[in-house]
């Protein structure tokens, strides 16, 4: 195992203040997953350190240790830190504490993270911001080895175009994460885990531009990672509670 490694790609997924002058910090990095390192010294006021370990800034850094916690060594400015606001900022939270709690150490994952870096500049700039949120929820289930088995995908039946809700054929996304398909309407204890058959072509497709879609794919995606979480609390999502129920990833 390698005890050192230079020049790292990474971003920053959190940092939280360690002793007196140190810090914790977690990255995602291509080559390795996620890193838990401490920076020694970071805080202190003869480093600037502390201003390079924020959020959403592409560095280079370097490390050393055998064990899960690595020592930084090195951190390098790469690009310009990018400066998300409102809710563009609560999902990229969000995001980082699903990496932080999903990704493994020491696990290859370029498109992960490519896709990563994609997913804070399109929050950056774009004004739309679920699409391209849904869309990486769906790309971590896949890394993960858990992707939506869409029925669409396993040749269950759902048409190319879906012309009206009405016809729609009704699926219940069972606790094993498959689809069953409903013979009749759901009764009221399936609802919150139903989804037509048009709901589920939209949003396999990525084609997020409709809001019942949006509110259908980020029900999904709450069902999809509940069990894998391990009934984690995501501090970020009791950001949003607190904005209203619209709000919450």
């Known amino acids: ?8 790609p ?4 959190h940092a939280r203040p360690y002793r007196e002058t140190s810090m914790l910090v977690d990255f995602i990095t291509p080559e390795f997953g996620h890193i838990s390192t401490v920076a020694k010294g970071a805080r202190s006021h003869k480093t600037r350190r502390q201003s390079l370990l924020q959020p959403f800034g592409r560095l280079l850094i370097s490390w050393q240790g055998k064990k ?5 060594l090195t951190v390098e400015d790469q690009y310009a830190r990018l400066m998300l606001h409102g809710d563009a900022l609560f999902s990229g939270m969000y995001i980082n504490e699903l990496l932080i709690h999903m990704l493994k150490t020491q696990d290859h994952c370029e498109l992960l993270f490519d896709s990563y870096e994609s997913l804070v500049q399109t929050l950056a700039t774009e004004a739309d911001i679920e699409p391209p949120l849904r869309c990486f929820e769906m790309l971590l289930l896949e890394e993960l080895g858990y992707g939506i088995p869409f029925p669409v995908l396993a040749g269950a039946g759902i048409s190319t175009t879906c012309a009206t809700e009405n016809l729609a054929v009704q699926y219940y996304y069972a606790d094993d994460g498959r689809f069953i ?16 058959s048009c709901e589920l072509e939209a949003v396999a497709n990525k084609r997020l531009d409709s809001l019942n ?15 894998l979480l391990g009934g984690r609390t995501l501090r970020s999502r009791e950001l949003f509670k607190k904005k209203g129920p619209e709000y919450e990833r």
Do not use: H, I, W
């Open 1 to 8: 195992m390698q005890t050192r490694v230079d020049l790292q």
């Open 10 to 13: 990474a971003y920053v997924l």
């Open 68 to 72: 899960e916690l690595k020592t930084l």
């Open 181 to 196: 398909e409903l013979q009749g309407q759901p009764n009221p204890g399936q609802l919150l885990r139903c989804f037509s």
């Open 213 to 227: 879609v949006k509110r259908a794919a980020k029900r999904l995606m709450r069902l999809a990672f509940t069990p």
